[in-house]
């Protein structure tokens, strides 16, 4: 008589998702709930809301959109690496690594990953980042290795390198079209700070004026 075979029931990773577009919230859960190792525990659409719901989900795993309705993405990873220590963040972004990525990284992401990317490449990543290593495509990888073996700490070429995480906040609100008030608003900044933000911007970038800082956000975020 034959022993039946023992079923062992695989302990799923919980995932949970920033981004503030619904549709690809949508199809990022419908991806990793399609696999047998991964379940999204919960899902947020601003920096805020993820913050409160975060602590009662029990992630193993962050996914981050750069670009937040009510800020950076990167000052979220600062958050969670305060009030979360050790919880992973892996940022899904549609911004180029090369202007990113080391930015995310610093801030305490463990992962960066462009939207182009194909779902098998997404998922490898996830996993990674749970299995406790770094993530970043081959190319950034060469650049971040080169930099350490040279004992350099120049940033990979990026426009914003010179920007503050706050004044890069502030720029990427910009380039989504908002206003000075609606940016102070979802930073909770006075008007004239913003402005402040902005001139520095405008220095640091060596732009002409806020209508230069404004076309250079735009086109930035677009790239």
Same mark, same amino acid.
């Given at each position: ?30 991806? $990793? ?13 601003n920096a805020s809301d993820a913050l409160q719901v975060i602590a009662n989900c029990k992630p193993d795993i962050i996914l981050v959109d750069l670009t937040l309705g009510d800020g950076s993405g990167i000052r979220l990873i600062e958050n969670l690496m305060y ?10 972004? @549609? /911004? ?37 290593? $770094? ?10 290795? /080169? ?7 120049e940033d990979v070429d990026s426009p914003t390198k010179p920007l503050s995480n706050r004044e890069l906040e502030v720029y990427q609100l910009l ?25 520095? $911007? ?12 404004? @076309? ?8």
């Amino acid at each position: 008589m034959k022993t039946p075979k023992t079923v062992t029931k695989i302990q799923k990773k919980n995932v949970f998702i920033v981004d503030d577009h619904a549709i690809l919230r949508e199809g990022l859960s419908r991806l $990793i709930n399609s696999e047998e190792d991964l379940t999204v525990c919960g899902e947020a659409d601003n920096a805020s809301d993820a913050l409160q719901v975060i602590a009662n989900c029990k992630p193993d795993i962050i996914l981050v959109d750069l670009t937040l309705g009510d800020g950076s993405g990167i000052r979220l990873i600062e958050n969670l690496m305060y009030s979360h220590p050790g919880l992973p963040t892996l940022v899904l972004s @549609m /911004h180029d690594e090369s202007a990113y990525a080391e930015r995310c990284l610093k801030a305490g992401a463990r992962g960066y990953i462009m939207k182009q990317e194909s779902s098998r490449e997404l998922l490898s990543a996830i996993r990674k980042v749970l299995g406790g290593e $770094i993530y970043v495509s081959d190319k950034l990888n060469v650049k971040l290795l /080169h930099k350490f073996v040279k004992d350099k700490f120049e940033d990979v070429d990026s426009p914003t390198k010179p920007l503050s995480n706050r004044e890069l906040e502030v720029y990427q609100l910009l380039g989504q079209g908002l206003k000075k008030h609606e940016i102070a608003d979802k930073l909770n900044l006075s008007v004239k700070t913003v402005e402040t933000y902005i001139e520095h $911007i405008k220095i640091k970038l060596q732009l002409k004026g806020t209508h230069e800082v404004l @076309m250079h956000a735009v086109k930035a975020l677009h790239q």
